[in-house]
């Protein structure tokens, strides 16, 4: 029975504790289980032949050891010294002779087991010929490819005749050595396997050498993204284990996964760095040593972090200067040097002074190098000027003083390290009733009894966890991170926020895990040096900013960059967060739920007292139908949603990164480094799971990126206010029961009710009534949602009040540019937008009263046709409506609620209204952003490249008296051919006279240049025909999918080389997915880019409440969708409209503009409208007089054919040439002038 319980053990858990992946590759499975059985039970035959040993050795009177045995065998989980330590004595034991049976109990078990041991060398032998002839060919095929095209320095030297080379990949097999055997693979027993006879063993001094640099692969090509969410969660596990104390629980953890071949392939270096640190802390070295053998059993090598660990633990431990010596040379040996140990390790300041002290036990004379970066220069061509310091430049202050940045740091220093801030609702202005009180009370004492519950249950829980010591990973180290206590309080901020119509379980255990998450980065950082070193360089960095201080021609990375080496040392190389993946804070919120579930109860009588008492749990569990599919919900009791609405509480709790920041923010330095203080953010945003954008940012050379951090620090160092006088209306109507066609959401108690008769008069029938039910439960869904967006908005830039404050800025994957504040940014609504001012204030200046009325009728939509000369009359003839506007808001004559942009233009009007007011406008001083919006810049980008003259005449790319407007232009095609069909009998075209108007296929143009299909498009149509009042719905579904076909057809006969373009890209895109690769591309400014489209994997989460299927579209072990791929290629042109809008930002930064950008939408002060305008032609002039195109086809070739598996050119030879022949046929460019768009008002306007 123990046998089978042993057996059992060996066979579980080789992938993640949490995490069972379906593979839809049923070779690939069983092939891994096939290589599974044959490890794990030489695992167990090696158990049982120790056991017979050591009973033979207990019965021997004499024992003599082969000569053949004398080299040390390294087994799993006894460990060798390290090389540096120093040979201990060793006494001699006797020991058993394998060559002979025993003297005194001649046993039957060696000869079974030597039959069983020959029967399974076998079976590894035919396994790992198979393997071989499987794998090694194909990557001997990849080398002699990568040989044909002059790469042999990324290649081994060349074996000898008879043996294969070292493999450099670090899967399952990869880890075996030895000389090969015929047919196949040696295995070394000392790592495990079973050795043929004769085979020479492999001493522990033979470990490979480092393998010489190579070129970099593909994302999907390199071993450890296979197990990368696997890993992630050994990491996490290992990282909150030594914050924790754990040393041993991590040690266990890791040698669950080193003692098995088939688990040891998913270790890497950091790990066990990891538990080095943790064992130099605890002044452990022999720890530490065996540590560093198992680091070779692994086929690893010690990196410098490695040997920071251990020179650490010697400064600690005191070890002997002979000890030490041993350990430096070892890491000369290993190609490492100590100078870059000190400079370049990721180890904290008291380790580093550990590590020094030990060095200088043996070299008293050593300094350890300043830190100084080397001299790295933007190489990209579009910023071959901007960095050089030729002529002395001056950039802009901030309007605040050195101390008063100082203290407003102090404050957000503190409300980061709270992680919480709880905020006075706007609906703490209605009166409170007596109804309410009641409920309040109520409410009060209910939350004091489920959070002691909740105490309770958590505490047994984490015990239970507790009691599962195995080595493998389970949750508790993760429930330890945080006090029990606040655990209890993410529960219940979660309860409060809880919605009526219930939530989703895997969002909710997604959001749970994130917060505690959070919550642990912020609270690792606060109990680090980290927090003191920033500070030091925060109080230096605000020089820079502040207004009371001498002007200085640094950009802000530019001179933190220089305070950190001024200070000697870099919070930006310490600041490496142990990511949790995305599965572990799922399992980890599940577990949260499943207390919420079982813990939480209230009585049934609570608002009926006249009812028999019953106690009932306040949330359920159940299963919901959402797109077809099946999955967990939580809903609350109807009960517990009538406390709440009766209660109507007035207080929001918000986590500490929703809110804007109160100073400016740290400047970006590193893709891992920048923005907030404490809380964790990343350069580049991504969907749950996706790791191979930061992978790509953290191997992309530095320099490539200074010009997109600049950029994101101009946009983040803006500083706003609120706009209170436009803050006053907005809240007056939300209270007032909303407005939807001012996008004021209502109440929940304003929300439909289904109605029980026709409009007859005669009852509905029951499908019918089911229908009326559905659509209104939607549709209070929906106004729930909406109301709650609103109510996060209004009741955080209320709390801000009076005071300035800042948008931390970052970017997705395509360099769109986004603040990190989730509700509360200028990216938002027309209403959040309304209600936004620049905090610096200037001058309008002689033409910036003009400016603000040009701005006005542009948010109108009245004169898009128009010149400027014509919207500036028109605003001069509608003065009056623009005062009473002003002036009463809500009891005038409201002209301002009849625009498109009804919050703006009331802002605008406002503000109109005090310039023209003021004793002198010219001097006024405005904080009002005027926009100038791009002319449809998707399809502006297109024409440039393909140099399209009549495209470009389209978008205002030429200069006119009055703008061209594209999207008229193709409603008035749409509509010739709706005519012609017409007149032929097509009903839906006779149905649609009429209704065909600019709004109803601008959303589509807007976004067909951008990738949207042809189903996105009808969507879109459709959308724009309900709102038409007067269309007969019951068309809408045949007219949306008419439209969007003559949308597409339009465009193809007005835009023929845009087309062309969009056609090679797509294409591009569809062969490079199909021959087993995501589509990558580098900006013009350097930033690397890959989409993160592959086919789907299910990951099977567990817990006892349900199992969570979680669908993963980015990992890159798995193919590329070829159909995303595809159609997500125009983000190319995203990527383009993102680089000129950096490159206007840095401009205009360096002509003292204030700029801000909503995408395509350029905004700041009047009185520097003009200025913008022209940095912003000549932007995009020179961004588009670079080779762009030229640059992109030579990026692919080189990428994705100078070094493509010869596999697929022979299977598949003619898509390879295809491919070859598409990306080598640059689309031919037109005759357009590109100079041109510098005379053209219209281009932004």
């Not at 299963?623 to 109807?638: A, N």
């Not at 400027?868 to 506007?885: C, F, G, H, K, M």
């Not at 680089?1139 to 700029?1155: D, E, K, N, S």
């Not at 030579?1194 to 022979?1210: D, G, M, S, T, V």
Request: proline share 6%.
């Amino acid at each position: 029975m123990s046998l089978l319980k042993l057996q059992g053990a060996l066979l579980r858990g080789t992938e993640s504790l949490w995490v069972v992946v379906r593979s839809y590759s049923s070779a690939t499975a069983k092939e891994e289980t096939r290589k599974r059985w044959v490890y794990e039970k030489t695992e167990l035959l090696e158990v049982l032949e120790n056991r017979v040993k050591q009973l033979e050795a207990n019965n021997a009177s004499t024992v003599v050891t082969p000569k053949a045995q004398e080299a040390p065998a390294r087994k799993r989980g006894v460990s060798q010294p390290a090389p540096w330590q120093a040979a201990a004595p060793t006494r001699k034991e006797p020991a058993p002779n394998l060559g002979e049976k025993s003297a005194s109990h001649p046993s039957r078990w060696m000869e079974k087991l030597s039959k069983e041991k020959s029967i399974k060398h076998k079976r590894l032998l035919r396994l790992e010929a198979k393997l071989s002839r499987a794998g090694f060919e194909t990557r001997l095929s990849r080398a002699g490819d990568n040989a044909a095209h002059g790469e042999e320095k990324g290649l081994s030297e060349c074996p000898t005749k008879g043996k294969p080379a070292p493999r450099e990949s670090r899967d399952g097999l990869d880890g075996l050595k030895g000389a090969a055997a015929p047919g196949g693979l040696g295995a070394d027993p000392s790592e495990g396997g079973v050795a043929s006879k004769g085979l020479p063993k492999q001493t522990p001094k033979q470990a490979p050498s480092r393998a010489p640099a190579k070129e970099k692969l593909f994302l999907e090509e390199e071993g450890g993204n296979r197990h990368r969410n696997v890993q992630l969660s050994i990491l996490a596990y290992l990282d909150c284990c030594l914050f924790l104390g754990q040393t041993e629980r991590a040690h266990q953890c890791l040698m669950f996964y080193h003692r098995s071949h088939a688990r040891r392939k998913l270790l890497d270096v950091q790990m066990y760095n990891l538990l080095m640190g943790g064992y130099a802390k605890k002044r452990a070295l022999n720890h530490v040593g065996q540590l560093f053998r198992q680091l070779e059993e692994a086929g690893l090598k010690p990196n410098l972090d490695s040997y920071a660990a251990a020179l650490e633990c010697m400064g600690r431990s005191g070890a002997h200067p002979q000890v030490i010596a041993r350990c430096l040379q070892q890491l000369k040996e290993d190609g490492l040097r100590l100078e870059d140990l000190l400079r370049d390790s990721q180890h904290k300041e008291a380790e580093t002074k550990m590590a020094l002290k030990a060095i200088r036990r043996v070299m008293p004379d050593f300094q350890p190098p300043p830190l100084v970066r080397p001299a790295e220069i933007c190489t990209v061509p579009l910023f071959r000027d901007f960095y050089t310091k030729a002529e002395p430049v001056s950039y802009p202050k901030l309007d605040f003083t050195a101390q008063e940045l100082r203290e407003r740091f102090q404050q957000q220093q503190q409300l980061e390290a709270s992680n919480a801030v709880t905020i006075e609702s706007v609906e703490a202005e209605k009166p409170l009733s007596e109804q309410a009180v009641r409920a309040r009370e109520l409410l009060a004492a209910l939350r004091s009894r489920w959070r002691a519950a909740l105490l309770q249950g958590f505490q047994e829980s984490k015990l239970h966890l507790h009691q599962k010591q195995s080595g493998q990973l389970n949750l508790y180290p993760f429930l330890c991170v945080l006090k029990d206590e606040e655990y209890v309080d993410i529960l219940m901020q979660g309860l409060s926020r809880f919605p009526p119509q219930g939530e989703s379980l895997l969002i909710l255990a997604r959001e749970l895990g994130t917060k505690v998450y959070n919550k642990y980065v912020i609270q690792k950082k606060s109990r680090s040096c980290l927090v003191k070193n920033i500070q030091r360089l925060y109080d230096s960095y605000v020089q820079l900013l502040a207004k009371d201080t001498p002007p200085d021609n640094y950009l802000p990375r530019e001179y933190w960059e220089e305070l950190e080496a001024r200070a000697g040392y870099s919070p930006s190389l310490v600041n490496q967060d142990c990511v949790w993946p995305h599965s572990l804070m799922v399992q980890l919120g599940l577990h949260l739920v499943e207390l919420l579930v079982q813990v939480l109860k209230m009585e049934s009588n609570l608002l009926t007292p006249s009812l028999e008492p019953k106690l009932i749990p306040i949330l359920y569990h159940v299963y919901s139908f959402r797109s077809g599919r099946q999955i967990g919900f939580i809903r609350p009791h109807p009960l517990l949603t009538r406390l709440f609405s009766k209660a109507s509480e007035t207080t929001l709790t918000f986590d500490s990164f929703v809110m804007p920041m109160l100073c400016p923010p740290v400047p970006w330095i590193s893709p891992s480094f920048g923005a907030y203080l404490l809380s964790p953010t990343k350069l580049m945003r991504c969907v749950d799971g996706a790791v191979q954008h930061q992978m790509l940012l953290e191997r992309c050379p530095r320099n490539n990126l200074f010009s997109v951090m600049d950029a994101l620090n101009q946009l983040g160092n803006c500083p706003w206010k609120v706009n209170q006088a436009v803050l006053g209306v907005v809240i007056s109507i939300f209270n007032d029961k909303g407005d939807e066609k001012l996008d004021v959401p209502p109440p929940p108690s304003e929300a439909p009710q289904p109605a029980r008769l026709t409009l007859g008069g005669a009852p509905l029938t029951k499908s019918a009534w089911k229908r009326e039910v559905a659509q209104c439960r939607k549709k209070a869904m929906e106004t729930f949602s909406l109301r709650m967006d609103t109510l996060y908005k209004l009741s955080i830039a209320k709390h801000m009040g009076d005071r300035a404050f800042w948008f931390p800025h970052n970017m997705d994957f395509r360099g769109r540019t986004y603040p990190c504040p989730p509700h509360f940014n200028h990216l938002g609504n027309d209403l959040t937008r309304a209600i936004l001012l620049f905090a610096e204030g200037k001058p309008l200046g002689p033409r910036g009263l003009d400016w603000l009325k040009i701005h006005l009728i542009n948010l109108t939509g009245l004169k898009k046709k128009s010149s400027l000369q014509d919207r500036l009359a028109y605003a001069n003839e509608i003065v009056e409506d623009v005062l009473d506007s002003a002036d009463h808001p809500l009891t005038g004559r409201k002209w301002w609620m009849t625009v498109d942009e009804p919050w703006q233009a009331l802002a605008c009007c406002m503000e109109i209204a005090m310039a023209t007011r003021a004793p002198d406008p010219a001097a006024y001083i405005s904080h009002f952003p005027v926009h100038q919006d791009g002319s449809c810049n998707g399809l502006q980008h297109y024409a440039a490249l393909g140099r399209d003259a009549i495209g470009a005449a389209s978008v205002n790319l030429m200069p006119f008296d009055v703008p061209q407007d594209v999207y008229s232009g193709v409603a008035q095609q749409v509509e010739v051919f709706r005519k012609k069909d017409a007149e032929k009998g097509t009903k839906i075209a006779q149905v649609l006279d009429g209704f065909i108007g600019r709004k109803v296929v601008k959303q589509t143009v807007m976004t067909v240049v951008y990738g949207v299909t042809r189903y996105g498009g009808r969507l879109q149509i459709e959308k724009r025909l309900k709102e038409i009042e007067g269309f007969p719905q019951e068309y809408v579904w045949e007219a949306s999918h008419y439209l969007v076909q003559m949308v597409f057809n339009s465009l193809k006969e007005m835009f023929s080389g845009t087309r062309e373009i969009q056609n090679w890209l797509t294409e591009s895109a569809r062969l490079i997915a199909k021959s087993g690769h995501a589509v990558e591309w580098v900006t013009p400014l350097g930033l690397p880019i890959v989409q993160p489209y592959h086919r789907s994997k299910i990951m099977l989460v567990n817990s006892n409440i349900q199992s969570v299927n979680l669908n993963s579209r980015h990992d890159v072990s798995q193919k590329p969708d070829t159909v995303k791929q595809k159609n997500a290629f125009p983000c190319f042109i995203h990527s383009l409209d993102s680089t000129h809008m950096m490159l206007t930002a840095l401009h205009c930064h360096r002509r003292g503009l204030t700029f801000v950008s909503v995408h395509d939408c350029y905004w700041t002060h009047a009185l520097t409208v003009d200025i913008m305008n022209q940095v912003c032609r000549e932007q995009f002039v020179e961004l588009h007089s670079q080779p762009i195109l030229q640059d992109l086809s030579k990026f692919l070739l080189k990428k994705y054919c100078a070094r493509f598996p010869a596999e697929w050119r022979q299977k598949k030879p003619l898509e390879f040439q295809r491919l070859v022949q598409l990306l080598s046929s640059v689309p031919k460019k037109g005759d357009f002038d590109l100079q041109k768009v510098k005379e053209s008002t219209y281009f932004f306007s």
